[in-house]
């Protein structure tokens, strides 16, 4: 009897660990894309401003080095760090 506890709780803990697994990557969203993801992300991020070009143009160059585009138009970069961290010369954000 105490063999067959253990087998049910060694089932349970590797659901529960595929579970996380399964569930963090959920919550990373748009982190760990592919090079190829790159561009229907970008066209996205950059529909709602009057800048196409050039916000295509730096989205792409920051997703090729990040591999990671935020959620939704605009703002959300906290849950990509590399693409929130990237400055200009100047200072400001390199990444639309």
């Not at 990373?28 to 295509?56: Q, V, W």
């Not at 138009?73 to 961290?85: D, I, R, S, W």
């Amino acid at each position: 009897m105490a063999g067959r506890q253990y087998n049910s709780l060694s089932i349970l803990m590797v659901f529960s660990i595929i579970f996380l697994v399964t569930l963090s990557n959920v919550v990373e969203g748009y982190n760990n894309l592919r090079p190829k993801d790159c561009k229907p992300r970008c066209t996205y991020r950059c529909s709602a401003t009057s800048h196409k070009k050039p916000c295509m143009l730096y989205c792409q160059k920051c997703c090729a080095t990040c591999l990671c585009v935020p959620g939704g138009v605009y703002g959300n970069k906290q849950t990509c760090p590399c693409y929130n961290a990237w400055k200009t010369k100047e200072g400001r954000p390199k990444c639309p």
